[in-house]
Every structure is written in C-alpha cells, then in structure tokens.
C-alpha cells in the first residue's frame, strides 16, 4: 500500500523509517545512561544459535574518547609511519563523533560446535538491533567500521583475539535531516526458487 511507511507509529512503519545518520552530523542529545542500558537489552535480543552471547559492547564515555583517539591514531602511525597530516586528523576526530559511542566486538566462542559464521550473523544482528532500538527511542545511529576497526592494536584496547571489532556505533541526534539512500530494487534481489 503506498504511503504506509510514512506513519512511525506502527513497528512496521518504525523498521521501515530508520536511517543511518553520519556520526559527524549526529549531535546532542544522546541516549542517557537509562535510555542506553535500555538499548543495549534490546540489541541483546538477537537471535543467537546456541545461546552464546558472541558479542560484547563496550561503552566509550566522552571522558575516554580523547584517549581512544590517541590510540587510534599512534596504532595508525606505528603501521603507517608516512601517514600524512589530514589522514592523522580524520583520525583523531573519528573517535570523538557523536555523543555516545559503543564498540560492538565480536566474541566468537570458538569451542561451541556453533559454527563461527552463524555466531558472526548473530553479532551483525546484535548491532541491527542496536540500531533499531535507538531509532524508536527518536536517536539516530552510524556503525562505523573503516581501519581501526581491523586494527589489533585497537582491538587489544577493548578486548583480544580472537575477538574484532564488529563496528563503531555512534548514536546522538541528527543535526539535519537524514537523507534517504536509494534501496535496493526488490526484483533484483528477489526471487522464487524453481521459478
């Protein structure tokens, strides 16, 4: 039916209105302590074969994200030692985005005969739900990935192997309207099989 996704007051208009938001454009208000704990139950809702919980989020206060810059950048600077000044910015600014951040990680638990594909689905669903649930709450999100998130360096300040970063979530309020993307068209990436 045209139009039906334009209400978010149905779930399903809810799902269908969510929109990443760039961490640089995403600004105050963010989630506050009870909002995010709030979140992060949802997020944990996750379908996750074998109940394993293969994921971990960690909270970067805005006290700490000065420091975690600083690792982001000298981890950078130690396997790029020509990096130029622009990219050492881009850098120092990632990580002080947005008003909140959490670093999803995932936890494999690599003796459950859960095989560990299925257990990474379930951490690429757990930041899903991460997302979800901060849109309902009127926040937007951005998951972020880029180079410190393959970065053990970076990883070994939250966690280590076998665990990785799954990704960046910053989440705030945008400070302009998100923009819609184009979406996939459904006959291309639809189809019955036998058909």
């Known amino acids: 039916m045209p139009g039906m996704f334009n209400d978010r007051s149905t779930p399903l208009s809810l799902l269908a209105t969510r929109r990443s938001g760039k961490p640089r454009d995403l600004a105050a208000p963010g ?5 995010l704990r709030q979140i992060l139950e949802v997020a944990a809702r996750t379908p996750d074969h074998g109940k394993l919980a293969p994921w971990r989020f960690v909270i970067v206060p805005g006290e700490r994200r000065t420091a975690l810059a600083r690792i982001i950048t000298d981890a950078y600077r130690a ?4 990096a130029a000044r622009l990219e ?3 850098l120092e600014q990632f990580a002080t985005q947005a008003p909140v951040l959490v670093v999803v990680l ?8 859960i095989p560990l594909w299925e ?8 930041c899903m739900n991460l997302l979800h649930a901060a849109h309902a709450m009127g926040f937007a999100g951005g998951w972020l990935t880029g180079w410190a998130a393959y ?3 970076v990883r070994d300040a939250f966690g280590a192997a076998p665990e990785r970063v799954a990704g ?8 302009k309207q998100l923009e819609e993307r184009p979406r996939p068209d459904l006959h291309k990436i639809v189809s019955t099989w036998g058909g």
């Not at 989630?31 to 909002?35: A, K, L, W």
């Not at 396997?79 to 020509?82: A, I, L, S, T, V």
């Open 88 to 90: 050492i910015e881009a």
């Open 151 to 153: 970065s053990d360096q």
């Open 31 to 35: 989630p506050e302590e009870t909002q």
């Open 168 to 175: 960046f979530i910053f989440l705030g309020t945008p400070a």
């Open 119 to 126: 257990q990474e689905l379930s951490v690429g669903a757990a």
């Open 79 to 82: 396997e790029r030692p020509q």
């Open 106 to 113: 995932s936890s494999p638990r690599p003796e459950s005969h």
